[in-house]
C-alpha cells in the first residue's frame, strides 16, 4: 500500500494508541493527537511503544475545539503537504443509567463523542476537497447499531456519530473523498475497563468475547482502508444482532433480561482476568 498520511485522535490510550504503532508498521506517516500536551503524555507514550519519530507529529488537540483542529490539520499540512486519512477516535464514557451522570458529564459525552466528530470530520473535508480525494474514519461503536439501556447517553451521541458519518460520505463523495463509521463490539481497553463493576453496564460484556485493540487496528488499517465502506461492523454477526434489535425494540426490550444474564457473566469472566 502506498504511503499515507494519517491524523488520529486520542492517540494517549485505548484504540487510539496502539492505531498509531500499526500505522507507523505498515510505513504510513501519523500526527498523533490527544487533549493533553503533547510534549508530555503523548511524548512519554511515543518512547514506551517505539514509535518512528521521523515519521511520527505529536499535536495536542481537544477534539471539542474548532481552532485546535485547524491548528492539529495545519500543523500536518505543514510538515507533510496534505493529509489522506483522518481517525476520528477519542471518546468518553461515563457507566450508569440515565440519572447517574452530571450534568458536566452530559456534555463532556455529546462534545467529545459527537462535537469531536462533526469538527473533525469539516476539518478534513476542507482539505480534502481541494484535494479531490482523502478518508475520513469516525470511530463509534455497536451502541451505534441499537439503543443500549445502561449506556443511554454514549449510545445516543454514537447514533448520532453514524447518521452524520453515512450523510457526510453521501455528500463528499462526488468530491473523490470518502466516509466510514466503524463500529465495534466491547475493546479491551480503559474505557471498558471504567464499566467493570456497574450493574448499568453489563450488555456490552453480552457478546462471545471482547476484541482485543490488535483485531480492531487490524480491521482499521486493513479492510476499512481498502474498501472504504461506509459503514464498518465489528464482528459482523453482532451487527446483525444490533440491527434486529433496533428494527423491533419491543421484542427486543423482551429478550433483554437473557442478554443481561449473558452480560453479567462475561462482566464477571473480564474482571477475573485482569
Same mark, same amino acid.
Given at each position: 500500500?502506498?504511503?499515507?498520511?494519517?491524523?488520529?485522535?486520542?492517540?494517549?490510550?485505548?484504540?487510539?494508541?496502539?492505531?498509531?504503532?500499526?500505522?507507523?508498521?505498515?510505513?504510513?506517516? =501519523?500526527? !498523533?493527537?490527544?487533549? #493533553?500536551?503533547?510534549?508530555?503524555?503523548?511524548?512519554? /507514550?511515543?518512547?514506551? &511503544? $517505539?514509535? *518512528?519519530?521521523?515519521?511520527?507529529?505529536?499535536?495536542?488537540?481537544?477534539?471539542?475545539?474548532?481552532?485546535?483542529?485547524?491548528?492539529?490539520?495545519d500543523a500536518a499540512v505543514e510538515a507533510w503537504g496534505g493529509i489522506d486519512v483522518v481517525y476520528n477516535v477519542a471518546g468518553y464514557l461515563c457507566p450508569g443509567d440515565i440519572?447517574?451522570?452530571?450534568?458536566?458529564?452530559?456534555?463532556?459525552?455529546?462534545?467529545?463523542?459527537?462535537?469531536?466528530?462533526?469538527?473533525?470530520?469539516?476539518?478534513?473535508?476542507?482539505?480534502?476537497?481541494?484535494?479531490?480525494?482523502?478518508?475520513?474514519?469516525?470511530?463509534?461503536?455497536?451502541?451505534?447499531?441499537?439503543?443500549?439501556?445502561?449506556?443511554?447517553?454514549?449510545?445516543?451521541?454514537?447514533?448520532?456519530?453514524?447518521?452524520?458519518? =453515512?450523510? !457526510?460520505?453521501?455528500? #463528499?463523495?462526488?468530491?473523490?473523498?470518502?466516509?466510514? /463509521?466503524?463500529?465495534? &463490539? $466491547?475493546? *479491551?481497553?480503559?474505557?471498558?475497563?471504567?464499566?467493570?463493576?456497574?450493574?448499568?453496564?453489563?450488555?456490552?460484556?453480552?457478546?462471545?468475547?471482547?476484541?482485543?485493540?490488535?483485531?480492531?487496528?487490524?480491521?482499521?488499517?486493513?479492510?476499512?482502508?481498502?474498501?472504504?465502506?461506509?459503514?464498518?461492523?465489528?464482528?459482523?454477526?453482532?451487527?446483525?444482532?444490533?440491527?434486529?434489535?433496533?428494527?423491533?425494540?419491543?421484542?427486543?426490550?423482551?429478550?433483554?433480561?437473557?442478554?443481561?444474564?449473558?452480560?453479567?457473566?462475561?462482566?464477571?469472566?473480564?474482571?477475573?482476568?485482569?
Amino acid at each position: 500500500m502506498t504511503e499515507l498520511r494519517c491524523l488520529v485522535t486520542g492517540c494517549a490510550s485505548g484504540i487510539g494508541r496502539h492505531l498509531v504503532g500499526a500505522l507507523l508498521a505498515r510505513g504510513h506517516r =501519523v500526527a !498523533a493527537t490527544d487533549r #493533553l500536551p503533547a510534549e508530555d503524555r503523548l511524548s512519554r /507514550v511515543a518512547t514506551e &511503544d $517505539a514509535w *518512528d519519530r521521523e515519521r511520527t507529529l505529536l499535536v495536542t488537540l481537544d477534539v471539542t475545539r474548532a481552532d485546535q483542529w485547524t491548528g492539529a490539520m495545519d500543523a500536518a499540512v505543514e510538515a507533510w503537504g496534505g493529509i489522506d486519512v483522518v481517525y476520528n477516535v477519542a471518546g468518553y464514557l461515563c457507566p450508569g443509567d440515565i440519572l447517574s451522570p452530571t450534568d458536566d458529564e452530559v456534555d463532556r459525552h455529546i462534545d467529545v463523542n459527537l462535537r469531536g466528530v462533526v469538527l473533525g470530520t469539516r476539518a478534513a473535508a476542507r482539505h480534502m476537497i481541494p484535494a479531490g480525494s482523502g478518508h475520513v474514519v469516525n470511530v463509534a461503536s455497536i451502541a451505534a447499531l441499537s439503543p443500549v439501556p445502561g449506556l443511554a447517553l454514549y449510545s445516543a451521541t454514537k447514533y448520532a456519530v453514524r447518521s452524520w458519518s =453515512v450523510s !457526510a460520505a453521501q455528500e #463528499l463523495k462526488r468530491h473523490g473523498v470518502h466516509v466510514t /463509521v466503524f463500529c465495534p &463490539d $466491547a475493546v *479491551d481497553t480503559p474505557m471498558l475497563e471504567a464499566q467493570v463493576g456497574h450493574e448499568a453496564s453489563v450488555l456490552p460484556f453480552s457478546g462471545f468475547r471482547v476484541l482485543s485493540v490488535e483485531e480492531v487496528s487490524q480491521a482499521l488499517t486493513g479492510p476499512v482502508l481498502r474498501r472504504r465502506p461506509m459503514v464498518y461492523v465489528l464482528p459482523r454477526y453482532r451487527g446483525w444482532i444490533a440491527r434486529v434489535g433496533d428494527l423491533l425494540p419491543g421484542p427486543g426490550f423482551r429478550l433483554l433480561p437473557f442478554f443481561e444474564r449473558i452480560g453479567r457473566a462475561g462482566q464477571a469472566r473480564y474482571r477475573a482476568g485482569k
